[in-house]
Antibody
């Protein structure tokens, strides 16, 4: 069974950094592009970025470039999203996705003082 | 970046209705178009890929079509479990972009 489980969310102060993780199982992690998508409360889906199976290439939405960094550890079957200088607008549920067919349950990040 | 214009934003409908949601791409995306269903508090679920292909486990009342740069998701006979938000996604090139969503609700 394919599973993706995000963790690392919570309440963070504006300007802080946060690293989300997505641990996967049930498939060969190193074979797949992986993506991060977020959804602000009551809003639509927003692509954050993606990473190549071997981790050698990343692509980001223009609005995410510079503050968000995607990485992976294929030995640990884990995808990461490093968020820095977070703002209130980053308050959202963050999803990891395998290509586009399987998604995690999401993890909530709230940026507030 | 490729823009996806989705309509309508809200679609009141009755059980048994045939409903259609549309996305228009600002550039050529070929058949690199996916449709997702999302229910409250849940993750998105892939419904259609390659513009017209039904994802695994999706009921046959769902279908996808393309006419030029317009892509449609049709539900042939609405059931209560279909009430959800629907999003299109262009997966032709990064940055990938979603439509703004359609809320399908009971009239």
């Amino acid at each position: 069974e394919v599973k993706l489980v995000e963790s690392g969310g919570g309440l963070v102060l504006p300007g802080a950094s946060l690293k989300l993780s997505c641990i996967v199982s049930g498939f060969t992690f190193s074979d797949y592009w992986m993506r991060w998508v977020r959804q602000a409360p009551g809003k639509g889906l927003e692509f954050i970025g993606e990473i190549k199976p071997d981790g050698s290439k990343t692509n980001y939405a223009p609005s995410m470039k510079g503050r968000f960094t995607i990485s992976r550890d294929n030995a640990k079957n884990t995808l990461y999203l490093q968020m820095s200088s977070v703002r209130s607008e980053d308050t959202a549920t963050y999803y990891c996705a395998r290509s586009w067919d399987y998604w995690g349950q999401g993890v909530m990040v709230t940026v507030s003082s | 970046d490729i823009q996806m214009t989705q309509s309508p934003s809200s679609l009141p409908a009755s059980l048994g209705d045939r409903v259609t949601i549309t996305c228009r791409a600002s550039q050529d995306i070929g058949n690199y178009l996916r449709w997702f269903q999302q229910k409250p508090g849940k993750s998105p679920r892939l419904m259609i890929y390659g513009a017209t292909n039904l994802a695994a486990g999706v009921p046959s009342r769902f279908s996808g079509s393309r006419s030029g740069s317009d892509y449609s998701l049709t539900i042939s006979s609405l059931e209560s479990e279909d009430m959800a938000d629907y999003y299109c996604l262009q997966s032709k090139e990064s940055p990938f972009t979603f439509g703004s969503g359609t809320k399908l609700e009971i009239k």
